[in-house]
């Protein structure tokens, strides 16, 4: 048996009154992609920040690599160093060229050598197919080619753990596909990711595992086709009667 | 229109001709220009060159003490509390004092205080000393309004990297924040450039000093129109760069929504 990456244990989170969280348990092995589902508001990207500690959790632990990251003691930009995160809306540097972008992370989080990080950017241009772009503000890329460039500069701290948040929901749909193809190499890489997404044929393909958040709850945790084919909560079967049938 | 209806008023005027002698005699305006150590006129071209260095120090020093101030502003750490509360009041204190009456009391009130070394520099630097106080509160309300502008998303986009508060300031926000204040600090270095003028007040012979000695001594007002020429040769290129500045922005800030 593995040790976990990742173990969520009865996480709660509030926002003011309002329990956004109730009590989320998940593993995440080295090496699984598990994709979060969900309709919208059901919690998925508060779980994620809850995992980059950007947000802070009422009670329940995160462990990471067998340490809790709630610990007093822990550096919390080390921990985010390890855990990387994209978001819906890219958030990327207009300031900075899609290098820089990519770059700045291991320039200046980690205060690596400059010639090692830029081979290593290029690499990840050319991963992406966006090499030529290298020079390029992030306002002359499309939708698509900005979210790859996203997930780029998080790969760029060598994250072990990859939290993707509806990283495919701001785009134009002829444009997701671009990225969807990013994560599927990613995932047969080995990436460790949790991907909370909307795209079910995808979670189908790529997930080793699927879990579905209700209103702050997650109702079933099971192999993606289990999950899609044999689900035994009356909410799953709900969402899914709700969704695109996959196959 | 409005030169020619102020040109005609100089022509027309019954007093016009006494207003033309005593404002733009073009011979007693050479002479304020390049001065006459015989009779003890200060040249305003010399004086003028004061201006200018003291708009470039302040500049200067303005720049990095508003920023520091409204770093010190925007901070969340509860240790900077007492300095935080200090900046609130500097800005709320010099942005209400007329400039007139900071440079009063920093030049005859630090000389008097028989400070030692403090109390013994020159008309120049005590003049400084009171502009960029009164400068930097100025621009530290520009400064704090740019990193305000700083959407949210780019500092959490940075934290989540694992850069540090300090390397986010850096590298993701202050960049972004002096591109967008660039036009409005440009707007106070053209006051900080004029209100260098009232320095004369303190007996410092600067382009306006030096006008109103040779005013005085001459009985003729061309050194007035000379200076404020001067003045002029310095603001109005620096508003056009200003305005051009502002319609880049807009055009790409337009362009960005299209």
């Known amino acids: 048996m593995t040790k976990n990456m990742l173990e969520l244990q009865n996480v709660h989170k509030r926002f003011d009154d309002r329990e956004v969280l109730h009590g989320v348990s998940l593993t995440l092995a080295p090496n699984e992609v598990v994709c979060l589902l969900g309709s919208s508001g059901s919690g998925k990207s508060t779980l994620l920040r809850c995992i980059n500690l950007l947000e802070r959790i009422e009670s329940g ?36 060229s899609v290098l820089d972008n990519i770059t700045l992370g291991p320039l200046r989080a980690r205060g690596r050598a400059k010639s090692e990080v830029l081979d290593e950017a290029y690499e990840l241009l050319e991963r992406i197919g966006l090499k030529s772009r290298a020079g390029d503000f992030p306002d002359q890329l499309s939708g698509g080619q900005q979210q790859r460039v996203a997930i780029a500069r998080a790969l760029a701290m060598r994250p072990d753990v990859l939290l993707l948040d509806e990283v495919t929901s701001a785009l134009d749909p002829t444009l997701v596909g671009e990225v969807l193809d990013l994560l599927t190499d990613l995932a047969r890489q080995g990436t460790t990711m949790l991907i909370a997404t909307h795209e079910m044929q995808f979670a189908r393909d790529v997930a080793h595992r699927v879990a579905l958040l209700d209103e702050g709850r997650l109702v079933e945790v099971a192999p993606a086709a289990d999950f899609f084919d044999r689900p035994q909560q009356a909410a799953t079967i709900d969402f899914l009667s709700r969704v695109p049938k996959t196959q | 229109m409005v030169l ?6 100089l022509w027309a005027a019954p007093g016009g001709k006494a207003v033309r002698e005593f404002f733009l005699s073009p011979t007693h305006a050479w002479r ?22 003291m708009f470039v120090v302040c500049e200067i020093l303005v720049l990095v003490f508003g920023l520091l101030i409204a770093v010190v502003r925007l901070s969340s750490s509860p240790i900077l509390t007492p300095l935080r509360l200090l900046s609130v009041v500097y800005t709320d204190f010099f942005r209400g004092i007329p400039i007139i009456l900071v440079l009063f009391i920093v030049g005859y009130g630090l000389p008097g205080m028989s400070l030692g070394w403090i109390s013994m520099q020159s008309p120049a630097v005590y003049a400084c000393i009171a502009l960029t106080l009164t400068y930097s509160a100025y621009v530290a309300e520009v400064y704090r309004a740019g990193i305000n502008a700083v959407p949210t998303n780019q500092v959490v986009a940075s934290r989540a990297l694992g850069l540090r508060q300090g390397a986010t300031l850096r590298y993701v926000v202050l960049p972004q924040a002096i591109r967008n204040v660039i036009p409005p600090l440009l707007n106070d270095f053209i006051s900080l450039q004029k209100d260098t003028a009232l320095v004369s007040t303190l007996g410092i012979v600067d382009a306006t000093q030096a006008a109103h000695i040779f005013s005085s001594q001459s009985f003729n007002f061309a050194g007035y129109t000379v200076a404020s020429l001067l003045f002029l040769l310095l603001t109005i290129p620096m508003t056009r760069l200003t305005d051009r500045l502002i319609a880049r922005d807009r055009s790409r800030r337009l362009a960005y929504l299209s």
């Open chain 2, 4 to 9: 020619a209806v102020v040109a005609w008023v």
């Open chain 2, 32 to 53: 304020s220009f390049i001065g006459d150590p015989a009779e003890g006129l200060s040249a305003i071209w010399r004086g003028f060159l004061t201006n200018i260095w």
């Open chain 1, 61 to 96: 632990d995160i462990i990471f690599r067998e340490q809790s990251l709630l610990d007093e003691r822990i550096d919390v930009d080390l921990v985010r160093r390890h855990i990387g995160i994209v978001f819906q809306a890219f958030n990327l540097f207009p300031h900075l």
